[in-house]
């Protein structure tokens, strides 16, 4: 099956810290990678959508300077968030897919706490 | 994409089959129904996905009606670890974005 993988599974930064979580497609070529954020007893929100080698596409009100992304190859992508806060802790969930109209698959996710 | 609705919960007993209901009454011909669950603190589970027929894979079957506004995902014989929310999407496969909608939450009780 295609497996997705994110890293590190859970992190913990003081305020004001940048906090770097990776996504990679592990047994395949992702053209494109998506990066979801769910909050507690709350559905997952599309955040941002990254194509290879290509800016991301971040949805109405996700920060871009903020939540930098970058796809610098088919089984990487990668999301930094910038100068963290306490209300940037949630849970940061990757997917990929291979070319349009393929399934989605997700990563494990990363849960982030600021303190 | 189509908005979907799908009941808050609903329980199963186990080695049952559970028989989740999706609407998704605006959907258009060329959107698929995906399904895909999450247990708790996971990131989501790909479970299957069909634009008309009727589809089977060694985890689920998806019972898509023939006017395409309903469908129903089958798990055949419950298990305990199938305990999740459940999410019913419908989705061009073309557009980038996945709404997930809040799901059902399954709970199989032994």
């Known amino acids: 099956g295609a497996v997705v993988s994110q890293h590190p599974s859970w992190v913990i930064c003081k305020s004001g810290t940048s906090v770097k979580i990776e996504c990679r497609s592990l047994?395949?070529?992702?053209?494109?990678m998506f990066w979801y954020r769910q909050f507690p007893k709350q559905s997952l929100m599309l955040m941002a959508t990254s194509n290879e080698g290509s800016k991301a596409t971040y949805e109405q009100g996700v920060e871009k300077d903020k939540f930098l992304i970058n796809h610098a190859s088919l089984t990487l992508s990668t999301l930094t968030v910038t100068s963290a806060h306490p209300e940037d802790s949630s849970f940061y969930i990757c997917?990929?897919?291979?070319?349009?109209?393929?399934?989605?698959?997700f990563g494990p996710g990363t849960r982030l706490l600021v303190l | 994409d189509a908005k979907t609705t799908q009941p808050t919960s609903m329980d199963c007993a186990e080695g049952r089959a559970a028989n989740l209901p999706c609407n998704h009454s605006?959907?258009?011909?060329?959107?698929?129904v995906y399904w895909y669950r999450q247990i708790h603190s996971q990131g989501p589970q790909y479970i299957i996905h069909g634009l008309k027929n009727n589809e089977t894979n060694e985890m689920a079957s998806l019972i898509i009606t023939e006017d395409r506004k309903s469908s129903t995902l089958i798990l055949p014989h419950a298990t305990l670890r199938d305990t999740a929310v459940y999410y019913c999407?419908?989705?061009?496969?073309?557009?980038?974005?996945?709404?997930f909608g809040k799901g059902i939450t399954l709970s199989v009780r032994p």
């Open positions: 999407i419908a989705e061009t496969g073309a557009n980038s974005k996945l709404t």
């Open positions: 047994d395949f070529q992702a053209t494109t």
């Open positions: 605006t959907i258009s011909g060329n959107e698929y």
């Open positions: 997917s990929a897919r291979r070319r349009v109209k393929e399934t989605q698959y």
